[in-house]
């Protein structure tokens, strides 16, 4: 059975932002038609192109 994959995961993505023209937030993942169709293939929890938003990763690299 494949394991669903959930947007809750995208909330803390770097990748994940919100588009004006949409309204809405959506991954800015610039991606091919064969990556993509691969990445929603995929059978596995987590996403591959995930990266954790951390706002003070520039903070703790200054001091």
């Known amino acids: 059975m494949a394991k669903k994959k959930t947007a809750a995961s995208c909330l803390s993505c770097e990748n994940f ?3 004006e023209s949409l309204g809405e937030e959506v991954c800015t993942v ?9 990445l929603s293939d995929r059978e596995s929890r987590g996403c591959p192109l995930y990266r954790f938003r951390d706002e003070y990763r520039i903070v703790r690299k200054q001091n």
């Open 17 to 19: 932002e919100y588009d």
């Open 30 to 38: 610039e991606l091919d038609e064969d990556e993509l169709y691969r």
